[in-house]
């Protein structure tokens, strides 16, 4: 079971015990962090898409630790104008642990997708039978 869920202005693809660096959270270490905008659940295959986001759905998370990222080195210049900037930049992030992925609205959800299509075919059926009783009408 995997779900899409936005954090702090991110998707990230989650599953269980799965450990994820996202931009720094205002919760403390040991925290647990609730995020609920999850945007697609896959639960053994049976897929639930969220308009925009699914409906009684959340993930769970334990903060792990905060830390800062790589340093990324901006370097600017212009040739032959002696222009030289050197800069450089760390990420504020946080690691968490994903402890589990909730679903309550969406096994209603994915119940009204199966039954859409029985009723599609139950539409179908009499068609059938009326162009039957047409094709019997016109050889007579």
Known sequence: MYAIVEIAGQQFKVSKDL???VHRLANKEGDAVSFAK???LDDNGTITLGAPAVEGASVEAKVLQHLKGDKVIVFKKKRRKGY???NGHRQY???IQISGITV???KKAAAKKEAAPATEEAVEAPKKKVAKAKKEDTQE
Request: cysteine-free.
């Open 93 to 95: 992030l946080t690691q």
């Open 84 to 86: 030289k900037k050197k």
């Open 38 to 40: 999850v945007l697609l």
């Open 19 to 21: 450990k994820v660096y």
């Open 104 to 106: 309550s609205g969406a």
